[in-house]
């Protein structure tokens, strides 16, 4: 059995749901931590419970089918999580898939980024059978981060060479008005100084392994008027960004999209194996990703917590032997595995949920 009773109270003052489907959540969260699985079979395995594996199973199903998780009081529980959550912010989108049989899991998903990694913040399901998203999906996405949250809030958002396109610049440019940096194929047409165009690549030529170059001047591309900024990577691949926003630093902004994708691999091959879920119904899945957000957001900050009296060892080759989302993970496990004999400690590390 695991004392569930700490992170209960946390999640009935946050979300209000009567005492059954809180102790049900909580209990879930836990058995994700020690499972490290959404396959809901092994889930129910490893619940503590007197009833049938079968039983337990059939509990889990019925969860994910008949309740609602608002995603906007999660949204908003979230964004009180993220560590930087009173200051401006810069939004990562991207989106994650895997397949399921014939099924496509297709997730759009919008980001803060932090400091080599990035808080989720906001999601939706693609039913466009795995492909990319379009430029509706994209705004809706954003103006409902904007409902909740307001335009003021977002200091910038970065994209990779899928989210491009003269409509959806035309939305960050004119109707959000908030800087950008997209990436974009080195193969697209800008115009030139003087008259004509080229192909994106063409811009820097000079540039050497490790260097960055932006354009001084706003060229044209898709009909807007932007900053172009280049870079060359030690492997010698070429990044050509589109900015609204004339700064030294554009690079180095865009490549924190990175941070999106160390996020994805926490809840998936890193952490808590999203992929091996069999649920293919997009409203269940979106609420596995809601109790996932929660579940990552608790391990990162157990383990910056952690970091704080026991830095992460480097290694020889100058990384780091963990990463703060693994040391939290691991640390998280062993309090939930000891939470009736621990009770202090358990007690200590769920409090980093509270938001009061």
């Not at 059939?58 to 964004?79: G, P």
């Not at 008005?177 to 690549?201: M, P, T």
Request: charged share 30%; hydrophobic share 40%; proline share 1%.
């Amino acid at each position: 059995m695991y004392n569930t009773k700490p992170l209960e109270k946390i999640l009935k003052n946050e979300f209000g749901f009567h005492l059954a489907r809180i102790k049900l959540i909580a209990l879930f969260l836990c058995v994700i931590y020690i499972a490290r699985s959404t396959n809901l079979s092994k889930i129910a395995s490893m619940m503590p419970s007197n009833t049938k594996i079968d039983s337990r199973y059939k509990k889990c199903q019925r969860f994910f089918a008949d309740f609602e998780l608002d995603e906007i009081n999660i949204s908003k529980f979230l964004m009180k999580l993220y560590p930087g959550n009173k200051s401006k912010i810069c939004l990562a989108m991207d989106r994650t898939n895997w397949k399921f049989g014939k099924s496509n899991i297709n997730i759009l998903s919008l980001c803060i980024t932090h400091e080599g990694i990035a808080f989720p913040i906001l999601w939706s399901m693609l039913d466009n059978n795995g492909g990319s998203s379009n430029t509706k999906q994209r705004i809706q996405l954003i103006e409902k981060f904007v409902s909740i949250f307001g335009a003021d809030r977002i200091e910038s958002i970065i994209c990779d060479r899928e989210f491009i396109g003269e409509d959806w610049i035309d939305y960050l440019k004119n109707k959000l008005k908030v800087n950008f940096c997209i990436r974009i194929k080195d193969i697209e047409y800008i115009s030139k100084k003087q008259y004509g165009k080229s192909h994106a690549k063409n811009f820097f030529k000079n540039l050497r392994r490790g260097e960055t170059k932006t354009i001084k001047n706003r060229r044209i591309i898709w009909g807007h008027k932007l900053y172009i900024a280049g870079a060359k990577s030690e492997k010698g691949e070429l990044i050509v960004i589109i900015t609204d926003k004339n700064e030294d630093k554009a690079i180095a902004k865009y490549l924190k999209r990175w941070e999106i994708e160390t996020f994805f691999k926490c809840i998936k091959s890193s952490g808590f194996n999203m992929e091996d879920t069999h649920l293919h119904d997009t409203k269940k899945i979106c609420k596995m990703y809601g109790l996932l957000a929660i579940a990552f957001c608790w391990a990162y900050l157990s383990g910056e917590l952690e970091c704080r009296h026991n830095p992460i060892r480097i290694k020889k080759h100058g990384r780091k032997a963990k990463s703060v989302f693994r040391v939290g993970l691991d640390i998280i496990t062993g309090r939930i595995k000891d939470s009736l004999v621990k009770v202090k400690e358990f007690l200590a590390i769920t409090k980093l949920l509270s938001c009061t």
